[in-house]
């Protein structure tokens, strides 16, 4: 475990304050406070929720992705039963890139 300040995390990964204090609040990081105004942060913990909220966007933007195209595609009078298949497979190999990085 590689503990850092704050300063260090945002110029690491470029979050803000209020997302720290999110991340703190939410238990969704390991951080330890020192002081009233130190707090130090589990570097690794840091890191994979940051993987964890990009791996949730990212679905979650299939998901709409996926709406959009499907009222297309009525609208259009096209058949969304392949395209929707095609989409869901594609879904699956971006979950399995995201669960081994």
Excluded: A, H
Aim: proline residues 0%; positive net charge; charged residues 40%.
């Amino acid at each position: 475990m590689k503990w850092v300040n704050s300063k260090e995390v945002k110029k690491i990964t470029g979050v803000t304050n209020q997302t720290l204090y999110n991340w703190r609040k939410e238990r969704k990081v390991k951080f330890k406070k020192i002081s009233q105004r130190t707090i130090l942060y589990d570097l690794d913990s840091i890191l994979g929720n940051m993987k964890n909220e990009n791996s949730n966007k990212q679905k979650d933007d299939l998901i709409k992705q996926e709406q959009i195209l499907k009222e297309w595609c009525i609208k259009n009078e096209y058949k969304i039963d392949y395209i929707i298949d095609q989409l869901k497979k594609i879904q699956k190999e971006i979950e399995k890139i995201n669960d081994n990085n």
